[in-house]
């Protein structure tokens, strides 16, 4: 929950004004418009808690982006629906807002409608993921146009409202009686040093603005430096005597890409970008993302132990290749408790057709019809595997395999201990 500091001055007259507030059918509603948010792997290893609104039939939700910065993966609960992921699409940080993108639903709510221009004292209502127990509806009045918050150190556009405001309602809109929506709450207000329970929230015209220009911004060309990369677990620390929980491992390079044309290879470990460290897949594309196509970034890599730095030039995506077709081999991978079928010649990736129940391979969670292309460094085809499989488990406590599934593409370090 952000707070700022604010004077406040001359807000006690507020509490002489009358709050005929009770709940209306638009209220109820203004329910089913909201999601409650739960953001997990943030930065210090803690999670958050927060609201998010629905603006449109496609799965678009606007939320607190302080509640959701740096998380690893941003799960939502809506109306009757069971959790889903998604993911943070676009934000920014001056308005301390955030745009996810989900799904659209079986189920869509009607976003909320916009209220008109609201005026001091008037009846507010908040709902929000309150501690992250579900949707909690509190009530009070606006206490603070603005043009007065401002005035008072709030930041600039605010509302100030004295209704409860609590950790996991960032994000939550603020409504009127008939559920029309006045606002979006991203924080706490401070009163000499000490906090109170006056919420600040962003007039709904302002949010709305905000919304339009990030979806203005998503069609621009993306950047694509033509490479996947996966957060070090320790796991594959241990297979590649890396350091864990520094820096993310490229999965894969796209032949003819930025990345392959500026050196890179797969299982080399991205440890900073332009100078700032990366922790987690999450973090090194967003690093990515925030950037345009032409731009130039320094990426500091470590291969082998070995330091160096590589300059790599963004450019935009092309269509994706379709995979080819090719013949069938098996072969048994007795140490890893896999059979595989050979899709080519040497040097084609395998499928995985059999695994043994409680075997390295089980307890890694590889499953049938994964593809696997690569046992360390080296191709995983032709007569190469099995002798590339047995050197790596005759002097490692683990096995790295990269495995694509389905159009997923991942690294998986077998362990067998």
Do not use: C, Y
Not at 135 to 157: F, K, Y
């Amino acid at each position: 929950m952000r707070t700022i500091g604010s004077l406040l001055l001359g807000l006690a007259s507020l509490a002489s004004i009358a709050r005929s507030a009770e709940p209306t059918q638009g209220l109820e509603t203004a329910l089913r418009s909201i999601v409650v948010i739960e953001a997990t792997g943030m930065p210090g290893g803690v999670s958050s808690f927060a609201t998010g609104v629905i603006i449109d039939s496609l799965g678009g939700i606007v939320t607190a982006l302080h509640a959701v910065d740096g998380a690893d993966e941003i799960r939502i609960g809506a109306h009757l629906e069971a959790p889903r992921r998604v993911v943070l699409s676009a934000s920014d940080r001056s308005a301390d807002l955030a745009l996810l993108d989900a799904i659209a639903s079986d189920r869509p709510a009607p976003p909320l409608p916009p209220a008109a221009p609201t005026e001091l004292g008037a009846p507010i209502f908040v709902i929000g993921n309150a501690l992250g127990t579900g949707v909690v509806v509190t009530h009070g009045i606006v206490a603070a146009l603005p043009d007065t918050a401002a005035e008072q150190g709030s930041p600039e556009g605010h509302l100030l409202v004295d209704a409860l405001v609590a950790q996991g309602s960032s994000g939550g809109p603020a409504v009127d009686r008939e559920g029309r929506w006045v606002g979006l709450v991203v924080g706490k207000a401070v009163v000499d040093e000490s906090v109170v329970d006056l919420g600040m929230v962003i007039p709904t015209d302002r949010v709305l603005a905000v919304v339009r220009a990030l979806r203005a911004r998503q069609t621009e060309p993306t950047p694509w430096i033509g490479i996947d990369v996966e957060t070090m677990t320790a796991a594959m620390a241990a297979a590649l005597s890396a350091s864990p929980g520094l820096g993310v491992v490229v999965s894969r390079v796209v032949s003819g890409g930025p990345g392959n044309r500026a050196g890179l290879a797969p299982i080399d470990v991205i440890t900073a970008v332009d100078g700032r460290p990366v922790h987690s897949a999450e973090e090194f594309e967003r690093a990515i993302a925030s950037r345009r196509p032409g731009e130039a970034l320094k990426l500091s890599i470590s291969t082998d132990g070995h330091g160096r730095i590589l300059q790599v030039e963004l450019r935009e995506a092309p269509p994706e290749p379709e995979d080819e077709p090719a013949e069938v081999v098996l072969t048994e991978l007795k140490g890893l408790g896999l059979t595989v079928a050979q899709l080519g010649g040497s040097g084609a990736p395998v499928v995985v057709v059999s695994i043994v129940d409680g075997g390295p391979g089980d307890r890694a969670e590889i499953r049938l019809g994964d593809r696997i292309d690569l046992v360390g460094r080296r191709p995983a085809g032709g007569s190469v595997l099995r002798a590339e499989v047995q050197r790596q488990l005759s002097g490692s406590r683990a096995v790295l395999l990269r495995i694509h599934r389905g159009d997923l593409v991942r690294l998986v370090a077998v362990d067998l201990m």
